[in-house]
T-cell receptor
């Protein structure tokens, strides 16, 4: 089982739609969670951190469910420019001293006109 | 510039050659990470530096891979006797992290990466 798992998609949605991605992680002791966005042939860029109480940034809402060990990303009113791969990122090895982040394989979103 | 800078952007080498990839992190960032990203996959951790100290190299796939950061700023990832399976994008990331509990809790800022192709 992968340490961070995501549905690879692709999710094909029309402009204006609401879309949600989930991600599960293996270590309940993980402390930090992020969503990164990666455009084709570009570097990953931080989209938002995920806080325990959930947080919102404009059209984007992130939620954390520690009991079930998953995080989610909700995108409202999708724009063409939202088309990208969304990477779920967790500090999986926190309790064993690992400082690197662990990335999921990404969920590809294609917003269509 | 203010971001993480990597060079070269593209590197083509013949199997068996040695390559060196450079990373210039954001000024003042203590922590530096190298990742390898294969097509269709997320980045996978290779190694981590805190200043000049290489604190974690558990992700390096073989002893052909070597990384250094001698003065605590610029880092070089070297791959000796390259193999075709080394073809990937190599990403460098940095974070302010002062060590301890701060590092793993901070988001990391990535460079554009070096796309390595081994023929």
């Amino acid at each position: 089982r992968k340490e961070v798992e995501q549905d690879p998609g692709p999710f094909n949605v029309p402009e204006g739609a609401t879309v949600a991605f989930n991600c599960t992680y293996s270590n309940s002791a993980s402390q930090s969670f992020f969503w990164y966005r990666q455009d084709c042939r570009k570097e990953p860029k931080l989209l938002m951190s995920v806080y325990s109480s959930g947080n919102e940034d404009g059209r984007f809402t992130a939620q954390l469910n520690r009991a079930s060990q998953y995080i989610s990303l909700l995108i409202r009113d999708s724009k063409l420019s939202d088309s990208a791969t969304y990477l779920c990122v967790v500090n999986i090895g926190w309790d064993t001293g690992r400082r690197a982040l662990t990335f999921g394989s990404g969920t590809r979103l294609q917003v269509q006109p | 510039g203010a971001g993480v800078s990597q060079s070269p952007r593209y590197k083509v080498a013949k199997r068996g050659q040695d390559v060196a990839l450079r990373c210039d992190p954001i000024s003042g960032h203590v922590s530096l990470f190298w990742y390898q990203q294969a097509l269709g996959q997320g980045p996978e951790f290779l190694t981590y530096f805190q200043n000049e100290a290489q604190l974690d190299k558990s992700g390096l796939p073989s002893d052909r891979f070597f990384a250094e950061r001698p003065e605590g700023s610029v880092s070089t990832l070297k791959i000796q006797r390259t193999q075709q399976e080394d073809s990937a994008v190599y990403l460098c990331a940095s974070s302010p992290g002062t060590g301890g509990s701060g590092v793993g809790n901070q988001p990391q800022h990535f460079g554009d990466g070096t796309r390595l192709s081994i023929l």
